[in-house]
């Protein structure tokens, strides 16, 4: 590595540091402020304000890195190479001989390398704080509160959940009514309680609802638990020891966040999201097989952009940056749009599949942009 080598990287790596903290402490800000007498309390609860801060937004900064990664690194490439023609120094250095190939290599591997850090934070890093990055400012506080519930159907056990609300700290829903058309039906054909909390599999039992407040009279009262080839339907109090006389559990594969109304997991890994699509893609529909595809070719997608971008850099001598970023984020948007649209098409179950709705925008503008650049680069 040369020493102009480790120039350009000291600026790139500057440029990328201020863009990335400038851009989260907008967004961070904006929600503090917004949402302030929340985080009041919970620093109360938590015994400092800056460390209840710290503990939120550190796994959203990550979030913020992994949707902002393409963006930021065309940004530090622009303001790389635009520092450069203003200062000169990129005609003195292809006036020594050295090719516009060779001068912005090194940007170009540490953009590949933030892009690659994306796609390691995407999966090794964000899923575990998924918990923590799906809740609200609301949600810290550990009150209750309510959010509209989509009716779904668990197409695998027979059953058909719906509810009033549900009652996002504790994942249970209000109200519940499950109707049952699989083998519970030979218990009873509808169950409604006051209220049903999801328990996720463990030594007692499998996944699914205890629901509370069924009430001794009602047409399971008496009956034993359904079970089928080694499979639990239905536990009922009778002859379930850890289940109160007004309790029962109802085991199903949906899963909580499904109840919201959302597809898949938006901070789920990608084997997560692969083992959704294999056993569950009736409950996600088209929305997961994009999303699937997209985590395969998102850091090409991310370095299809930069390449974009890069060409309006180097083929001008244009020194204001103000215009530069304009023509960049007007190439970023044209090209965001265009994938948005074609996702929308996909997931809609219209004239294209997920996978090419994936797929068509790399195959639109990647040609393109390995053109344009490898043009800029010979000029």
Request: some cysteine.
């Amino acid at each position: 590595m040369t020493r102009i080598d480790r120039y350009l990287l000291f600026l790139y790596i500057r440029v990328f540091l201020i863009c990335f903290i400038t851009l989260s402490g907008l967004l961070i800000i904006a929600q503090v402020f917004t949402n302030l007498d929340e985080f009041i309390q919970y620093g109360r609860n938590r015994g400092n304000f800056f460390l209840a801060l710290a503990e939120y937004y550190s796994p959203y900064l990550l979030s913020i890195y992994d949707r902002t990664c393409g963006l930021l690194t065309l940004l530090s490439t622009m303001f790389v190479i635009a520092w450069l023609y203003r200062t000169n120094e990129l005609t003195a250095l292809l006036a020594a001989g050295i090719s516009k190939s060779r001068i912005v290599r090194p940007v170009i591997v540490m953009s590949a390398i933030a892009i690659l850090g994306a796609a390691c934070s995407r999966e090794l890093l964000i899923p575990k704080w998924s918990a923590m990055l799906s809740k609200n400012p609301q949600d810290l506080q550990g009150t209750e509160r309510l959010v509209p519930m989509r009716p779904t159907e668990d197409v695998d056990m027979g059953i058909l959940i719906a509810g009033r609300n549900l009652i996002t700290n504790t994942q249970s829903i209000q109200n519940p009514i499950f109707k049952f058309y699989g083998p519970a039906s030979a218990a009873t054909s509808q169950l409604s309680g006051s209220n049903a909390t999801f328990l996720p599999a463990d030594d007692k039992h499998g996944q699914g609802f205890r629901v509370d407040g069924v009430g001794t009279n009602t047409a399971i009262a008496g009956k034993p638990s359904v079970r089928q080839d080694g499979t639990d339907y239905l536990l009922l109090p009778t002859d379930t020891p850890w289940l109160t006389a007004d309790q029962c559990f109802v085991a199903s594969k949906v899963e909580y966040d499904m109840l919201r109304g959302g597809t898949a997991r938006q901070f789920a890994s990608t084997p997560d999201l692969i083992w959704r699509l294999k056993n569950q893609s009736d409950y996600y529909g088209e929305d997961l097989k994009l999303m699937v595809h997209s985590r395969f070719l998102q850091p090409l997608l991310d370095f299809t952009q930069l390449l974009l971008g890069l060409p309006l850099i180097l083929s001008t001598r244009n020194r204001n940056v103000v215009q530069l970023i304009v023509a960049c984020v007007a190439t970023f948007g044209l090209f965001f749009a265009v994938s948005m649209a074609l996702g929308s098409l996909g997931t809609s179950g219209t004239l294209i599949t997920p996978a090419i709705a994936a797929w068509a925008p790399l195959l639109i503008f990647g040609p393109i942009a390995y053109a344009r650049t490898r043009q800029s680069m010979m000029e």
